[in-house]
């Protein structure tokens, strides 16, 4: 069995012989490191096996017991730390080995050999000065490795290093000389041991200071982006990956000395940390070089697990995986934390560096160019995903981790501490997709696309550009891929564990993205994949039927069932499109989970999932660099703020409202919309439907299912009466029909198809809110029946553009015009579609309006139902100018003469979907009597006086009986027509300019077709209405975090003696936190 | 005399620190380190002091029973042995990073160093 | 200037935090608990009579290890940062030969530090001194001939081998104590020969001696990484 | 004894400000030593005379050579740099 | 069950040919009316009926496809769909209609399949001046329809009911509990709504004779163009009903032909109001009525509303 010592002495010897064995071979050097790393994390991995059964492994030097001589020791902790720390040398160590341009000679694999052995030492040594020994090994042959770089400003950085290196060891040097002073013993465990010491505080001050300037904390942290930004990527990732994991598990050894004696510290140590985590995620948003805003990430999460480590309350959770986990390994639940964090960090961190590798040039693609990896599935997965786990979402243990901490905070009431972890990571989630996004940006997306691009001269928009030339990665992109595929297995292992109480069905979106990313990689014809899809949605609806309610049924069809319709357009697809079925299928699944999750982590694991797959999908947009950025911004905010309001619990006054604003922000409710006609429109055409017409609904169904805690006040406690008394349910309200109003208005002066249809969405959700705030039988059930509606009218109305889109090739409607004759399904569908979303009588619109205003007045929302209708009229108006532009007036001459129908894939779903609205509203009763079973269980239809008599559904306030209507409407329609048939009896068919046009021929149809600037007089008459506001007030929050982040990071101003100078600082800083005086 | 090895120790440490932080040639920079670096030397020895120690040394001299009275603690003395060789060491690599980077910006002013910032 | 009494602001600072350290220091008259075992029963478990080289050697082997690999690196990395200085040619043949008194001083000198040198490591466990003192002694008598100019540099192939075979040889020792005696560098497996004699106190002198020929190959070489025109390939 | 130290311990101060301060760095760098050679003899009379040759060798001779050698190499690439300045100035 | 759908199918073709013939006869007293206020003699009251029957017997006829053939049917459908929505005399089984299938919400949204029938078919016929004419009269209809609706909400938060019988009902027993009494505030926001409703001059930019040719109908002609005649025909008279239900009281009398004079002449007069108004101003462009609208009546119905919060 390989004790410690004999790692230590097998480094060793490899340090001294490998510069001499180089003159054996190259090649022999090469293969003797790699098997020696290989069996270091062999042997780590035997330690931790040995562990279980016999407990820490002490091994002693020198012959002599403890105290006397220099003693090892591996515990549980350092057995797996120690174990991350050799995974990641043998990885680095092999890509160094196999890198194309700067491949490790034998001085170099000598001196990495040193760097393992002192790190090795360092996390297993039990003796203080001991431990300076191995530090100073590790710094020394970190600046020897340094050395071997190409970055010629390398040289700068490394001397910034060792100065606060130096300065670091001097005052630990002090630190132990005076520790040995009082104690007379250099064993840490000694000295913990010898209670009732005289007052040890200064000597543990230096001490902690010596490790934490090592560990980067805030003020004193610059020299250490200079070394990240001027070193090699390989380099880069061993200071960042392996040097901290190192540096913080001596942290955690160290942590009984301070508690013992120096409780101030710790309290200190975590200010620091939180600072640092919080100011480098600041100062990273302004970063234009890649390595220097990976430095930053790292400080950033450095500080975030010590931060996670010192708060006292970091340990409560008891998360169900956690705990298992924990006692597997006989680790109490901070020290699990703290290790997948770790790892989370080693591995994420060190192949984003290792990607960068790869990169053109180091500095950020700035937005209007070309990212170097448009499409190119070798690079992006590792990239993309390393992305995920430094954000902790699903399903890397970040994730994980972080919900235990969070929750465990939430339980002891930290809120300070939640909101630091949580808005710092919402600002690395910024700076770390912005440049994930970059680099997959396509040439022609200008990066600030969010509004309809109209061009000047009218001319039709230029053919997209064949995707540009990327780069081929090096097969050296194993290194990378490989830690990522360990780092998804141990999420993976962790999310299985937790879930498996019971909720294994929140994992199948993830085994469907494996299992539909394996199809593409086989390349499977893109009709075969997409009906495997199809068959994939039915087992998992038939899966989850048995566990369906009432309320979950209903969203359940619009979910699942919704999609798979819609999954039909996707047949008309010839290239193969990969990437976009494995994500689209994992969406719809985790919006499946959210229909039969049990615990409140399944829940957010399935919403995270659902917030992941969707950005995957919208980032495909060709011009969708910025909007998909937007997107995962508002997205993960409003899941930050839901995750704060179920870590609280719903204790806290404002929980309520948090997690309502959380929602709202993920509906795009007014306010908090900017993200969403980007998301809807920018997406491919096949994407915008499933997104406007299922996605938009995820955030309505948390709400009805979290009713119960609206009926809070808005302000508890507050003074005086009328502000206690508003409740959250009025702001909804307001909320919503404002929301409808407003995207009403600014869909009514787009240019853009996908653009109206992404705010009409907009407005159909406002209306939803508005129902659902009402809280009364008949708002419910109206609330649903929009829902369902939504999902039909929307989706109808997306496939048909999508056709027309693809015929046509141009999204501006100007452009098109007369289409009719050409695409006359297309134009059906888009009738009935906006027939049934004005609300016009006879179809279900009329059903959903007539729901809402009885409930509306139930209510004595009288004013919100004056608005109601405005916004209706309003939806009449972009409704007429969507399918007078498009299909009816004047067809172009030369453009459109031999385009066809929209394909039949297109239409079968089309006429699907249209066959249900009318069976709807034929016999309304068939949706509108499930709607109330549904809603029965918490308004019970009786108080309302909500009743049936026949097919004529009664209110309070009025009765409506939609089978009449129809057969009216059909008598009515059908005389006339009737009437006109016989009296027409010899109609003639003209040409397009055959028109009563004042005794002239108009001869050009761009002059006679009025489409551009529809409602130029609306806009003069209410146009005020839609100035830019929400836009400027979230472009002045950003601007205001930037100019922030500026303000941070000029501290770091590059001279060697000003990071000295902090370092001082920091020293005077960290004493004063710690409680003590001059 | 202990008393005044402590005394001496930290004037030598805050000369060297002073140094450090003020002097913006490189060169006196670093001899600011390592006159830090001695003055940390002479704390690890006045720490192992003991009024009127000899060296601990058996010899004739000093039989192995009254090493116990009136020997110097060696443990310090081990601690510096290693100190002196690591300042060594730090101080060298630290004279071939201002060569170099001298040679790549040929000024000796600290404050000219500054491609790396923000 | 602004800049200058911040900084006195903030020395006086650090100085009042350390001020306590000083204080309550009269006359130590005890040594600690852990020296008092060193000095009672260092010499009878080593036999070594210079107790500092006991501590350093065996009691705190692994410090020494750590310090031999920290010389190494060292050495490494400055070969490394000196191998990549570029030298421009009117720089390396402006040095003219050294003069007649100059060589014959040297060449004689050089013997005499040398010896003294390999004296000075190998008899570490008696008198004062030992192998880092040793190979810095050799290391300067190998300077002064190329500082004299007697030899044009120090042949890279001889330091590194010696350099390696000494680094693993003390491995190696230690090993075998580990295998041998009760633990990792324990001397103990050598006879402890009769006091104060060359051959005594276990393994302690050849490990001493060992770091003594690695300190004086490495630092040689160093200097003349840094000294030689050439720049070695 | 007492007195023996206290003198040392001034000369080492006063040689560590005048290294610091001196105009000419040859002769700063020739100062370090010096007060790294008056620091061993402190140690011998503290009872470390392991120390004091560590110190001796270690600290006075072998850190100024390469103080001397850095610095040598340094003037002469400030000097030939400043040649080139003003050769295209 | 056959003979209650055929006496119901006799009292539809009774008040279908009530309504038809009372409205084409007001439009022609209308128009003598308009003519005598502008000093011409004004064409005969039965012109309306000389219109119809000309364009019905027209042989040649063209078309520009389906939607524009399609067009005037919704637009006859919206019309006579509205009337039938509506209980013309409180009380009677003949004139009841068929109200029993919808509230008011259902009559002011049937408004608009009357308004889409006839965009579409302007439309198709690709004549620019169609759609420029429906793109105003539609934010027009945006407009007044907020004063509407807010009066028709104030009137059915005053009586707790949006079934138009049992707002009629309310009102009964006398002219002071009709809701231009009661309420007047909704009355006075409703009428003014009613005259965007109505086409008439301060609000005719929709048809703007001179400017495009009576707009959206342009390239209607022969059959078509009858059709939408008879149905300005019936739209005004349903609307009249509606209003009339809704703010005076409605027609209610035991005896069936009182209550038809009653509700002839209640009609008689709301529309009077508006020609009245029509004549005396000019033409607003479509900004201008859209903010008029905005203003004052919106102001008025939510007087009315908040009237009725408190």
Redesign the interface.
């Known amino acids: 069995m390989v004790t410690p010592i004999v790692i230590i002495a097998a480094a060793l010897a490899m340090a001294f012989l490998l510069p001499v064995l180089e003159k054996a071979g190259k090649g022999l050097i090469k293969t003797l490191s790699l098997l020696v790393l290989a069996g270091f994390f062999a042997a780590s991995l035997s330690w931790v096996a040995q562990i279980l059964q016999t407990g820490a492994i002490i091994s002693q030097t020198a012959g002599f017991k403890a105290p006397v001589s220099i003693n090892l020791s591996v515990s549980m902790m350092e057995a797996t730390g120690l174990a991350v720390i050799y995974l990641v040398a043998l990885l680095s160590g092999a890509f160094q080995i196999f890198v194309k341009k700067a491949v490790w000679q034998g001085k170099e694999l000598s001196l990495y050999f040193a760097l393992i052995l002192g790190l090795s030492g360092l996390v297993m040594t039990r003796d203080l000065f001991n431990l300076f020994v191995f530090m100073e090994i590790t710094s020394i042959s970190l600046y020897g490795l340094l050395v071997s770089g190409r970055d010629e400003r390398r040289f700068e950085g490394g001397f910034k290093y060792m100065i606060a290196g130096g300065l670091s060891s001097a005052f630990y040097l002090i630190g132990v000389a005076f520790l040995y002073r009082e104690t007379g013993q250099l064993n840490l465990d000694i000295i913990v041991a010898q209670s009732g010491q005289a007052n040890l505080y200064l000597p543990l001050l230096l001490l902690t200071i010596g490790i934490l300037i090592e560990l980067k904390p805030f003020p004193a942290n610059g020299w250490a982006l200079d070394v990240y930004e001027s070193a090699d990527p390989g380099t880069g990732a061993v200071i960042s990956a392996m040097n901290t994991t190192a540096l913080i598990l001596v942290f955690m050894k160290l942590m009984p000395l301070l508690q013992a004696f120096g409780s101030g510290i710790v309290y200190a140590a975590l200010i620091i940390a939180g600072l640092t985590f919080f100011l480098a995620n600041l100062a990273g948003i302004r970063q234009t070089s890649g390595r220097r805003m990976l430095g930053y990430s790292s400080l950033a999460q450095t500080g975030l697990i010590l931060f996670v480590l010192l708060s006292p309350s970091a340990g409560l959770s008891e998360e169900r995986g956690l705990s298992i986990i924990a006692s597997m390994l006989r680790l109490d639940t901070i020290e699990v934390i703290a290790l997948a964090l770790l790892i989370n960090h080693a591995l994420a961190k060190s192949a984003l560096f290792w990607l960068t590798e790869f990169l053109k040039k180091d500095a950020l693609h700035k937005s209007s160019e070309e990212g170097d990896y448009r499409g190119n599935r070798g690079w992006l997965i590792p990239a993309g995903m390393a992305v995920l786990a430094l954000t902790a979402l699903p399903p890397f243990p970040g994730f994980w981790a972080k919900w235990a901490v969070i929750t465990s905070f939430g339980a002891a009431g930290n809120i300070g501490g939640i909101a630091v972890i949580l808005i710092g990571s919402l600002l690395e989630v910024y700076y770390l997709f912005r440049w994930f996004i970059r680099t997959q940006a396509h040439g022609e997306d200008g990066g600030d696309v969010i509004a309809p691009q109209v061009p000047e001269d009218f001319a039709p928009e230029a053919a997209p550009a064949p995707a540009g030339l990327t780069i081929k990665p090096a097969w050296q992109i194993f290194a990378p891929a490989l830690s990522i595929i360990i780092l998804t297995s141990l999420g993976l292992a962790w999310a299985f564990l937790s879930l498996s109480g019971g909720q294994e069905l929140l994992l199948l979106p993830l085994a469907a993205l494996a299992l539909y990313a394996l199809f593409d990689l086989i390349a499977l014809p893109f009709a075969v994949k997409n009906i495997l899809a199809m068959a994939g949605l039915g087992g998992y609806a038939y899966l989850i039927y048995g566990e369906l309610n009432n309320m979950t049924l209903i969203f359940g069809a619009v979910f699942i069932a919704g999609s798979l319709v819609q999954l039909f357009l996707l047949f008309n697809k010839r290239d193969k499109r990969s990437g976009l079925l494995p994500f689209l299928v994992m969406m719809i699944l985790s919006l499946g989970n959210l229909l039969v999750f049990k615990s409140s982590l399944g829940f957010f694991f399935s919403w995270e999932m659902m917030t992941v797959s969707s950005f995957f999908l919208v980032i495909r947009g060709r011009q969708a660099s910025r909007a998909s950025l937007r997107y995962i911004m508002f997205s993960l905010a409003g899941a930050f703020m839901i995750m704060y309001a179920l870590a609280d619990g719903f204790r806290g006054p404002l929980t309520g409202l948090v997690f309502a604003i959380g929602l709202l922000i993920k509906m795009g409710a007014i306010g908090f919309h900017i993200w969403l006609p980007g998301a809807y429109a920018e997406a491919e055409d096949e994407v915008s439907t499933f997104l406007s017409s299922v996605l938009s609904k995820a955030g309505l169904f948390i709400l009805f299912i979290t009713a119960g805690i609206y009926g809070q006040t808005f302000f508890p406690g507050a003074g005086n009466a009328f502000l206690a008394s508003i409740d959250i349910n009025a702001i909804l309200g307001w909320i919503g029909v404002i929301t409808a109003l407003a995207g009403a208005m600014m869909a009514l002066f787009q240019e853009d198809i996908k653009y109206t249809l992404a705010y009409s969405s907009m407005g159909q959700i406002g209306y939803m809110i508005l129902a659902f705030s009402i809280q009364s039988h008949l708002g419910w059930v109206t609330a649903l029946y929009l829902a369902v509606t939504h999902l039909l009218f929307k989706g109808l109305l997306f496939m048909a553009i999508a056709g027309v889109i693809m015929r046509t090739g141009t999204r501006l409607m100007y452009q098109m015009g007369g289409l009719i004759k050409k695409m006359p399904i297309s134009f059906i569908s888009v009738l009935l579609a906006i027939i049934a979303l004005s609300g016009v009588p006879p179809l279900t619109g009329f059903g959903g309006k007539w729901l809402l205003y009885s409930s509306l007045m139930e209510k004595g929302w009288y004013l919100h139902a004056g608005l109601a209708m405005f916004s209706s009229g309003v939806a009449f108006l972009y409704l007429f100018r969507l399918i007078h532009t498009i299909f009816l007036g004047q067809p172009k001459t030369g453009m459109f003469e031999n385009i066809k129908e929209a394909p039949i894939w297109g239409l079968i779903p089309q006429a699907i979907f249209m066959m249900v609205i009318m069976g709807f509203s034929m016999f309304p009763s068939l949706l509108i009597k499930p709607l109330q079973a549904a809603v029965e269980m918490v308004y019970p239809a009786a108080a309302e006086g909500v009743a049936w008599q026949g097919s004529t559904v009664l209110s309070s306030l009025g009765y409506w009986n939609g089978s009449a209507v129809m057969y009216v409407t059909m008598g009515v329609f059908l005389i006339p027509l009737a009437w006109l048939m016989i009296v027409n009896g010899r109609i003639q068919k003209v040409k397009q300019f055959n028109i009563v046009f004042a005794a002239e021929r108009p001869y050009k149809p761009e002059t006679t077709h009025y489409a551009y600037n529809f409602f130029s007089h609306y806009q003069k008459a209410l146009g005020f209405l839609v100035e830019v506001r929400a836009e400027r007030f979230w472009t002045m929050i950003r601007k205001s975090t930037d100019a922030l982040g500026g303000l941070v990071r000029r501290i770091y101003s590059g001279n060697a003696q000003t990071y000295a100078f902090h370092i001082i600082i920091f020293v005077i800083l960290f004493h004063l936190l710690a409680g003590g005086t001059f | 005399?202990?008393?005044?090895?402590?005394?001496?120790a930290?004037?030598?440490?805050?000369?060297?620190?002073?140094?450090?932080?003020?002097?913006?040639?490189?060169?006196?920079?670093?001899?600011?380190?390592?006159?830090?670096?001695?003055g940390?030397?002479?704390?690890?020895?006045?720490?192992?002091?003991?009024?009127g120690?000899?060296?601990?040394?058996?010899?004739e001299a000093l039989s192995?029973g009254e090493?116990?009275m009136n020997?110097?603690?060696?443990?310090?003395?081990?601690?510096?042995?290693?100190?002196?060789?690591?300042?060594?060491?730090?101080?060298?690599?630290?004279?071939?990073?201002?060569?170099?980077?001298?040679?790549?910006?040929?000024?000796?002013n600290?404050?000219e160093?500054?491609?790396?910032?923000? | 200037m602004l800049k200058r009494i911040l900084l006195i602001v903030s020395m006086v600072l650090l100085a009042l935090i350390l001020l306590p350290l000083l204080e309550g220091l009269g006359e130590q008259t005890h040594v600690s608990s852990l020296a008092e075992y060193y000095l009672s029963s260092g010499a009878d478990d080593l036999n070594s009579p210079n107790l500092v080289t006991s501590v350093v050697v065996t009691y705190r082997g692994l410090d020494t290890l750590g310090e031999v690999t920290v010389l190494f690196a060292a050495a490494a990395g400055i070969m490394l940062a000196f191998k990549g200085l570029k030298m421009d040619e009117k720089e390396r043949e402006k040095t003219q030969g050294p003069s007649e008194l100059l060589a014959s001083g040297a060449s004689l000198l050089f013997p005499i530090l040398f010896i003294f040198g390999i004296y000075i490591f190998t008899h570490g466990h008696l008198s004062p001194g030992g192998g880092f003192q040793g190979g810095v002694v050799i290391a300067s008598a190998a300077l002064l001939l190329l500082l004299s100019g007697v030899i044009p540099g120090v042949s890279h192939l001889m330091t590194s081998l010696l350099e390696a075979l000494a680094g693993a040889s003390y491995v190696a020792i230690g090993l075998l104590g580990l295998y041998l005696a009760a633990g990792f560098l324990d001397p103990r497996f050598l006879p402890r020969g009769e006091w104060s004699g060359i051959f005594s106190a276990g393994a302690i002198p050849v490990i001493y001696s060992l770091v003594g020929i690695k300190v004086g190959s490495e630092l040689s070489a160093v200097l003349n990484a840094m000294i030689s025109k050439g720049g070695e390939k | 004894m007492i007195y023996i130290v206290a003198v040392l311990g001034i000369v080492i101060a006063v040689s560590a400000v005048f290294a610091l301060y001196t105009g000419k760095i040859l002769s700063a760098i020739i100062a370090s030593g010096a007060v790294s050679l008056v620091a061993s003899l402190i140690y011998i009379l503290a009872g470390a005379p392991d120390v004091a040759m560590t110190e001796a060798s270690i600290g006075s001779a072998l850190t100024t050579v390469v103080f001397l050698i850095a610095w040598r190499r340094i003037s002469r690439i400030v000097a030939t740099s400043t040649e080139k300045e003003d050769k295209n100035a | 069950m056959l003979t209650s759908i055929l006496t119901k199918a006799l009292y539809t073709l009774i008040s279908f040919f009530v309504i038809l013939n009372y409205s084409l006869l007001l439009l022609g007293t209308m128009a003598r009316v308009r003519a005598k206020v502008q000093g011409r003699i004004g064409q005969p009251v039965w012109q309306p009926y000389i219109d119809i029957i000309k364009n019905n017997a027209r042989r040649s006829g063209v078309t520009h496809g389906i939607m524009f053939y399609l067009g005037p049917v919704f637009r006859l459908a919206g019309g006579l769909g509205t009337y039938f929505f509506i209980p013309v005399i409180f009380g009677s089984k003949i004139f009841a209609n068929f109200s029993f299938s919808g509230d008011v919400l259902l009559v002011m949204y049937f408004i608009f399949f009357g308004q889409l029938g006839m965009a579409l078919g302007a439309g198709e016929s690709g004549h620019p001046y169609s759609p420029i004419g429906v793109a105003r009269g539609l934010a027009q209809m945006t407009a007044f329809e907020l004063p509407f609706s807010l009066a028709v909400i104030a009137v059915a938060a005053q009586y707790g009911s949006f079934s138009i019988t049992e707002i009629v009902a309310a009102q009964q027993g006398g002219w002071q509990n009709w809701v231009a009494f009661t309420n007047p505030f909704a009355m006075a926001a409703g009428m003014l709504a009613f005259l965007g409703m109505s086409m008439n001059n301060p609000f005719s930019i929709v048809i703007a004779p001179q400017e495009i040719p009576i707009g959206p109908p342009t390239e209607m002609h022969s059959s078509f163009l009858g059709m939408l005649q008879t149905n300005r025909a019936i739209f005004n008279g349903a609307k009249m009903v509606l209003f009339m239900n809704l703010f005076f009281g409605g027609a209610a009398h035991p005896n069936i032909f009182i209550a038809l004079g009653i509700m002839i002449m209640k009609t008689f007069l709301i529309y009077l109001y508006v020609v009245f108004v029509g004549v005396s101003f000019p033409r607003f462009r479509t900004e201008q009525s859209i903010r008029f609208f905005l203003g004052v009546p919106t102001l008025l119905g939510l007087i009315a509303v908040i009237q009725q919060m408190i």
Do not use: C
């Open positions: 005399m202990t008393q005044l090895l402590y005394i001496l930290f004037v030598v440490m805050a000369i060297g620190l002073w140094g450090i932080l003020s002097r913006r040639h490189l060169i006196r920079m670093i001899i600011g380190f390592s006159i830090l670096d001695t940390i030397h002479i704390l690890l020895v006045a720490i192992g002091y003991r009024k120690g000899t060296a601990p040394i058996l010899d192995k090493a116990l020997a110097v603690d060696p443990v310090p003395s081990a601690l510096v042995l290693t100190a002196i060789v690591i300042g060594l060491a730090v101080t060298a690599l630290m004279l071939s990073f201002a060569v170099r980077m001298v040679q790549n910006n040929p000024t000796m600290a404050d160093h500054k491609e790396l910032k923000w």
